[in-house]
């Protein structure tokens, strides 16, 4: 039964992280299609080798994500809490996926992992997830509508005497670059969320200690994530690149940059799991209120950030109705 669950948590772990790839594809690469900065099929690409590199930097978030979110009880109910809370978080990536919204994987992963703990009586550790989710979830998409207003409106005063035409085809070619900071921060990122439950199955099962991140497993997460990275997520690359708001070259480079710039900042100062999602949508949002408040379709953006509030109870409570619902069943 162990052996049967880690397989399964390491399968099922990496197939999370593969819709991860095609939900959140378009956090590094809507604004660029939106430009015409580039075009889809170099955008997905570009974005994918940049996803598989960027899991490679680094391993801080993923010890946050195994070690401070849950504690979990080292036996086999322990083993299916974490495939559970990976099952409700998988059910919401597809339904959010469906319903075009740009929600965040790596909070669904983290309501998915309380949901089932609280279902299994298993420790929770409120204190981490205050201090490493809720507040950089409310601080980072503040710190991305700022920098993306601040440094777009930098970039006007700069390029205010510039030749308009000419300026627009710089900042296309520099998207390329703010693209590609995107992928590799939300390879960095997103990919060792997935890393850090794969390595809580192991500790767990007793197959390792320490939470330490082995090299396969940095490698398997990177190739999923890669792979469905890939495959696209046209839905949310439309709601992030045209609905909210629409961009020009420079907004797109002012919005990517800026929310790189916040990835890049927690990955490796704070270890803490924060939304790409989130950090790119604030990022937009702050590069197009510079045009005017109302250029931004608030009502879009209403309408995510409700589901960036469901995220925690649509991954959750799946998660603990699963664990209810396998625990009877198997006797786990």
Known sequence: MELTLVVLIIVVGLTFDFTNGFHDAANAIATSISTRALTPRVALAMAAVMNFFGAFLGTGVAETV?????????DDSGLLLVLCALLGAIGWNLFTWWRGLPTSSSHALIGGLVGAALAASATVHWSGIVDKVVLP???SPLVGVFLGYALHTAILWVFRRANPRRTTHRFRMAQTVSAAAMGLGHGLQDAQKTMGVIVLALVTAGWQDGFSVPVWVIAAVAAAMAAGTYTGGRRIITTLGRRIVHLDPPRGFAAETAAATVLYT??????????TTQTITAAILGAGATR???AVRWQVARSIVTAWVLTFFGAGIPAAVIYLALHALTGV
Do not use: C, N, Q, Y
């Open 137 to 139: 979830m409310v601080l």
């Open 292 to 294: 005017r408040a109302s």
């Open 266 to 275: 927690t990955a490796f100062l704070v270890k803490a799991p924060i939304s």
């Open 66 to 74: 195994g070690s401070g979110i849950i504690g979990a009880p080292e």
